[in-house]
C-alpha cells in the first residue's frame, strides 16, 4: 500500500463503545503522542469524554445499520492523516475484514482476512481447528445432530455475531434442564439458524489467553482468570485477576498459531475441574472487553498494535520457549465499578438453574477487599475522570444533553 503523503498528525480510529476497551486504547494512544479518533453510536459514550479523545465522530450503530457503519469507518480511513483502525468490538472486526481490501488502499490492516474472521467466530469450525492443534473442547454439535439431552447442555448461537437484515445480532445463550429436551424448530426460528449444542464444562474458573501476533508469531501475550462477572452466573467480567499458567499459555498459542493469526486475539478457555484441563470456549478475533487490566500489568496492546501497524515495532529481547513473550506483573486486578453493583445485585434478585447462588455476606467481603487492596479500574482514574463521570450518568440514566432517560 502506497500512503498518502500528509503533514497532519498521525491519527487512529477507536470504535468507541460503552466499554472499557475504548477508554484503554484511546488512553494508551494518547499517552504515547498519537492522536485519536473516537467513533460512535451516540455522545453519550463514556469514552469519548476522555481527554485522550481528540476528536469525536458520532456513526451509524452498527445494530442497526452495519453498511452505513463500514461505510463510515471506510470515510474514515480516506482521511490523509488516518493510519490504521482498531478492532475493538464484533461488529467492528466483521466489518474491518469483510472489507479489508477497500480499507488496505487506506491505511495498515493489521486484522485477519474475511475467511479467517468467520473461521473464528463459528463455533463447529473453530472446534475442528482446535482439535487439529491438539486444544480439548467441549463436545460440540449442531442442535438437530444432539441426542443425549441427560447431561447438563448449552444451546448457543453457531456463530460469535449474526448479521440479519443488515443489522447485527447476537442471539444469546440457552441451559436446558437436565432430560428435558429443547424445541428444536422453536429455537432454530429464534437464532435463525441452526444453533450447536455443547457439553456443559463443570467448574467456575474461567480464563483468557490474550495475545497480538504478526502473521503466525506473537508479539506479546497476556493472561488473566475472570473472578466476577455482571451476574453470578457469567457473563462479561467485572473484576479479573492477571496470572501465568504456562498450560493455558501452549494452548493458546497452539490455536493461533494453527490459525496462523494476525493482529489481535482472546482466547477464552474454562478449566474443566473433572480433569484440570483447559477447554477451549471461543476465539474473538479482536481486543477484548478486559484489555484495560492487561495495560494496568504492564502490557500495553494499543501501543503495540500502533506499531506493529505503522511498522515501528520495537525488537524485544530473545525469549525461550519457556518465556512469556513480553513480561507482566501477575496478581493485578482490575474492576469494572457499575458491574461490582450489577454483581452483587444479581445475588440478591436473581436464581439461575444452572449455577449454585454464592453466599452473599462472602461475596460482598471478597467485593469490598479486592476494591481496597486492587485499585485498578476500567474507567476511573485520577488522570481522566470524564469518562467515570459521564458513565455514572449513563447508569443514572442522564443523556448527555442533560435530560434523563
Sequence with gaps: MTRRPS???????VPAGHGGSSLACLRSLGRHGVRTIGVASDTSAAALRSKYCDESVVAPSPYDDLDGYADHLLSLSARP???????????????LAENREAFAEEVRTPWMPFEDVLLAQDRLRLCEAAAAAG???????????????????????????????????????????PGEPPDVDRLVEEMGHVP???????????????????????????????VRSYTYSGGAS?????????????????????????????????????????????????????LPLAVHAGVDFPRLYYELATDSLREETDASDDDAHGTYEVGVGCHVLRGELSYLHSLL?????????????????????????????????????????????????????????
Excluded at 240 to 254: D, H
Aim: contains cysteine.
Design 196 to 226: 450447536v449444542v455443547q457439553e456443559y464444562v463443570p467448574g467456575t474458573d474461567e480464563h483468557g489467553y490474550f495475545a497480538l501476533f504478526d502473521r503466525g508469531e506473537p508479539v506479546a501475550t497476556f493472561q488473566h482468570r475472570r
Design 135 to 177: 486444544v480439548p473442547t467441549p463436545e460440540t454439535r449442531p442442535l438437530d445432530e444432539w441426542e443425549d439431552w441427560d447431561r447438563r447442555t448449552v444451546v448457543k448461537s453457531r456463530y460469535a455475531l449474526c448479521v440479519v437484515d443488515g443489522r447485527a445480532t447476537y442471539p444469546g445463550v440457552r441451559f436446558p434442564a
Design 81 to 95: 492523516d488516518v493510519e490504521t483502525v482498531v478492532p475493538l468490538y464484533e461488529p467492528d472486526i466483521y466489518v
Design 238 to 290: 467485572v473484576y479479573r485477576e492477571s496470572i501465568q499458567n504456562w498450560e493455558l499459555a501452549k494452548a493458546g498459542e497452539r490455536l493461533l498459531r494453527e490459525l496462523d493469526w494476525h493482529g489481535p486475539a482472546m482466547v477464552e478457555f474454562k478449566r474443566d475441574e473433572r480433569d484440570g484441563s483447559f477447554r477451549l470456549l471461543e476465539v474473538n478475533p479482536r481486543f477484548w472487553g478486559s
Design 7 to 13: 503533514t497532519r498528525t498521525p491519527s487512529v480510529v
Design 349 to 405: 434478585r436473581y436464581d439461575y438453574e444452572h449455577v449454585d447462588r454464592p453466599s452473599v455476606p462472602r461475596a460482598t467481603a471478597s467485593v469490598l477487599t479486592s476494591l481496597v487492596t486492587q485499585r485498578n479500574f476500567d474507567y476511573l482514574s485520577t488522570d481522566d475522570v470524564r469518562p467515570f463521570v459521564r458513565d455514572l450518568a449513563n447508569l443514572a440514566g442522564v443523556r448527555s444533553d442533560g435530560s434523563v432517560a
